[in-house]
């Protein structure tokens, strides 16, 4: 079945740090990709989406893009702040229309920014 | 817009109790889902619908059940609380699922002792 595999966290970083999390996928079809965050206390909000191979989701500084040769989807942020502290899950969306249309998660990744 | 809400925010049981966690759209979404959060496992797929009258079981469904009478509510039933369904618990909305945003609320912390 579908699956996705992100990195262990907490990563803690300084203010103004270049800012990666991995993820890669597996799946059957065309699936979309997505990043969602988890700021402490509410539920998840999407982040950032992309539907096809090759495509660059970007929001609020972040970016990712859809590789399809590598089946990744990384999430980037050139300078994080105080405030991007969060957990942030990758997911996808199945390709096929199996009728579920759920979204299948990663574990989930802490950041903490330090000032 | 109110969103996706959810009641309660946090709920102890026993076990052996029963309970039902509300929740409530109000953006006309055909699509609706319930997810448990876990430590370390990210969110697993416990029902969805598709539409009013329609229900389906996703990946953990076992001592869960679900309905889904109106388009605004999909309220979740626990029958027979047990300790391993410690847990938040989320739904969430989506137009029609699959490539779309799906909206979250904020979330049930459940605890079973």
Redesign the interface.
């Known amino acids: 079945g579908d699956s996705?595999t992100q990195m262990e966290g907490p990563v803690t970083l300084s203010e103004e740090a270049f800012l990666t999390i991995n993820c890669t996928y597996t799946a059957t079809g065309y699936p979309?990709l997505f990043w969602?965050v988890q700021y402490p206390?509410?539920?998840?909000?999407?982040l950032l989406?992309a539907?096809k191979a090759d495509d660059k989701g970007s929001n609020k500084g972040f970016e990712a893009t859809y590789r399809k040769e590598t089946t990744s989807f990384h999430l980037e942020k050139g300078s994080v702040q105080v405030s991007d502290s969060a957990v942030y899950?990758c997911a996808l969306?199945?390709g096929r229309d199996t009728?579920?249309?759920?979204?299948t998660?990663?574990?989930?990744t802490r950041l903490q920014v330090q000032p | 817009n109110a969103g996706v809400t959810q009641t309660p925010k946090f709920q102890v049981l026993k076990t052996g109790q029963s309970m039902t966690l509300q929740c409530a759209q109000d953006m006309n979404h055909e699509y609706m889902s319930w997810y448990r959060q876990d430590p370390g496992m990210g969110l697993r797929l416990i029902h969805y619908s598709v539409g009013a009258g329609i229900t389906d079981q996703g990946e953990v469904p076992n001592g869960y059940n679900v309905s889904r009478s109106t388009t605004e509510d999909f309220p979740l039933r626990l029958l027979s609380a047990a300790p391993s369904q410690t847990s938040v618990y989320f739904c969430a909305s989506s137009l029609r699922g699959g490539r779309e945003t799906q909206y979250f609320g904020p979330g049930t912390r459940l605890l079973v002792l």
């Open positions: 996705v979309s969602y206390g509410e539920g998840l909000q999407l989406k539907t899950f969306s199945d009728g579920r249309r759920a979204l998660f990663g574990s989930g």
